[in-house]
């Protein structure tokens, strides 16, 4: 086996996704394993791979790491991505908290029943636009720095862009009363390595389409 981290999830976003942009804004390369079949995923569990019976998986310096949370606070801390100090720990933890309830929303879409899914697709936008994003607009315009804590790039810098870019995809208009946030997104994009996560032919995923709905339904069936 390489050095390079070892992911195993299905071939789309899911959870894994903010572990790949966290790996790749950080500058690592890392090794994809696609699940296609249950027998797959049982093998998986049946070999001990899977603490909880879950994925992502996370083969990262010896270990089998399962639980999307922990995985990405080994990978900041690892990468100089999770603050300074307690403090700067905390505050991160607490954006990426607050970024991941409204990211659960948006993992979650594609499965709606389709008489549901402008009513969802509404929620988002109203959460975005009146819960989440108005905190991340209020603290870059507080501080006037370029990053959410301690004026460094942080793993909460880079859950936002994740964030912003996703929510956009669905309601193209969402940044239009949010000034610092449109900066913000200007800015990361334009960091080397974002940016080239965000090129074509990156590990970056595409949009949920049928077909990957399908494949983790089949996947993961009881």
């Known amino acids: 086996m390489s050095g390079k981290p070892r992911l195993t999830y299905l071939n789309g976003r899911g959870r894994m996704e903010s572990i790949r942009w966290l790996l790749a804004a950080a500058g690592v390369e890392f090794e994809e394993v696609y699940l296609e079949t249950k027998e797959q995923y049982d093998k998986l569990i049946k070999d001990g791979f899977l603490l909880f019976q879950q994925v992502p998986l996370v083969e990262i310096d010896g270990m089998k790491m399962v639980q999307t949370r922990a995985i990405m606070s080994y990978i900041a801390g690892k990468y100089n991505l999770h603050g300074k100090d307690l403090k700067e720990r905390a505050l991160i933890d607490m954006y990426v908290e607050g970024i991941s ?28 636009t009146n819960r989440y994003f108005p905190v991340f607009e209020k603290v870059l315009k507080q501080h006037g720095q370029d990053f959410l804590v301690g004026n ?71």
Do not use: C
């Open 101 to 128: 309830d409204l990211m659960q929303m948006i993992l979650m879409f594609p499965f709606s029943p389709p008489d549901a899914k402008e009513k969802n697709l509404e929620s988002i936008k109203e959460r975005a």
């Open 152 to 222: 460094k790039f942080s793993w909460a810098d880079v859950q936002l862009i994740e964030a912003i870019l996703a929510v956009e995809e669905k309601v193209p208009a969402i940044l239009s009363g949010f000034p610092q946030l449109q900066v913000f997104k200007t800015k990361m994009s334009n960091m080397p390595t974002i940016k080239k996560f965000l090129q074509p032919g990156s590990p970056r995923k595409p949009p949920p389409d049928a077909h990957y709905v399908e494949t983790v339904l089949k996947v993961f069936k009881k």
